[in-house]
């Protein structure tokens, strides 16, 4: 079968390569540039706890060696404190890296890998849509034809396959502007992140409300400014300017010495593609949304656009069929973006809409300041990762259903399990390889070997159960499990989303909640509907 072809070489069209690969799906990856990402250190981003597992699973690099992980967080308003957050095993902080540096550790995972063409100085010009696959031109010194499967259109705001796919892109301009500074020093609060809102200090040029500084490797820090709003240019001198006024407000009134690396303006835009499949032609990342307003990520939300679409093109590309599930990619994730997108909406009056009488309502200050420190952490309407609760995916009601402290649709906690070959392993090393999961919770079980445990209690019968699902699926053992009860059974897709959590061994749920994972319970009454209507 013909690889699948993904247009745009970033973090999300690498992500999505690598993903296909370790599922046995080749890919051509098709590059516009030669290929090399320029250093720039003023470009950064910030992962979450699922987006940064995703990328050490794929890349095999320990991210903690080519990014920071921050101490805490501390958010100020004028000259006082508003919170102070240390990050623990129980809290894990978000990771901070540079973006070319995520980029180089992605594209050295790709040189090992067999699955994957890279072809550099390819810009796409036309796509053509046949039943059996697609058809992509590109144009360059080596412009030619490629035929592939599907084809996935990873090319940023501009996307080129957007376009000629017709899908409108309709959104918010410069929702913010932003001045960026990356430098060399010493800041007063070593591995900590801060929010600062409403300096005390005078400012050179428009008055900057609010700064925020984010460690990375090597005392590099990443400094920036929100900017008024307007087009008012931001000069060498001023930012330059701009630096040393924040330097010397925060160490008490002298600039302590510096190494300025790199600078920018980043203006944020709040977007989203109408449609996100059209055929066999997919969006993802910038080419499907853009977001970024109050600290959120837009690159975190292009990594689980590529983690939901790999497995779902991976089953689609070995079995065939598959429509309800491929439908499914622009459900779950349309609808997840979304949401992020219409509650920074709700609150961009609040935080953004001047002084008024609202500054001057008790609590208010604190309140601004959770709901910024959301979208800096991942937290929250502004920063969560989403569930997946009404995805067309998600099994009707079930008799053996529990709840556990992971709601159906949300990602699963990284709990220690016992894998078929008896070896211990984190769950999240399971996922992203084209097969469900079942955990069942059983306590005491770690201390025993395979052969004791796998011939005892339920796990006779759980195994039965498990070789008659609807798809691949890999049967492990955890102790324990957050708001589980002992016996009780998870299933997880292989992105890491929970389906379901049963209470003991119930061979029926078990398989109709699987069977509805993948796409088959949609795709069946898509077919009930269609015989209904044809004979009415």
Known sequence: MDPVIIVGAGPVGLTLALALARQDVPSVVLDENPGKDEPRLARTVVLGEDTAALVERLTGVPLD????????????????????????????????VAQHVL???????????RLVK?????????????????????RGPSGTWWRGSYLVGCDGPRSTVRKLQDVRFPGRTAVERHAVAALRGELPWDGHALLHRMPPWRTSGPSAGEVTARPLPDGVWRLDWLLPPGKDLVT?????????ETLAGWHGGSTPAYELLDTGVHTVHHRLARRWRVGRVFLAGDAAHLLGAFGTQGLEEGLRDADNLAWKLAAAWHHGGHAA????????????????????????????????????????????????????????????PGTYADSPLAPGPLEGEVPVDTAPGAPV??????????SFVQLRDRLGRGALLVVLIAPGTGVWERKHWMSAGLMPRLATAVTAL?????LLVAESYPGAAPHTVLLVRPDGRLVTALSGVRPADLYAAAEAAVGGAAER??????????AG
Do not use: C, N
């Not at 550790?105 to 790709?110: E, F, H, I, K, T």
């Not at 609807?470 to 890999?474: L, R």
């Not at 009454?525 to 044809?534: F, M, N, W």
């Open 65 to 96: 060696a080519i990014g920071v992980r921050w101490a805490g967080w501390r958010s100020m308003r004028r000259k006082q404190v508003m919170r102070d957050i240390t990050f623990d095993d129980a809290d894990p902080a978000p990771l901070h």
């Open 103 to 113: 980029t180089g550790a992605l594209r050295a995972a790709l040189a090992e890998e």
């Open 118 to 138: 890279i072809a550099v100085d390819h810009r796409l010009d036309a796509v053509e849509q046949e039943p059996s696959g697609v058809t992509a031109h590109t």
């Open 236 to 244: 060498p001198d001023l930012l330059v300017s701009r630096v040393r």
């Open 325 to 384: 599930l491929l439908d499914s990619y622009q459900t779950e994730r349309r609808a997840a973006v979304s949401a992020r997108l219409r509650a920074a909406d709700q609150v961009l009056p609040l935080l953004r809409g001047g002084g008024g009488i609202r500054a001057y309502v008790p609590g208010a200050a604190r309140g601004h300041d959770a709901l910024l420190t959301d979208g800096h952490l991942g937290r929250g309407p502004l920063g969560d």
């Open 413 to 422: 906690a990284d709990v220690r399990v016992t894998a078929e070959d008896g």
């Open 470 to 474: 609807p798809h691949p699926t890999e």
């Open 525 to 534: 009454a898509e077919t009930e509907a269609g015989a209904r209507s044809a």
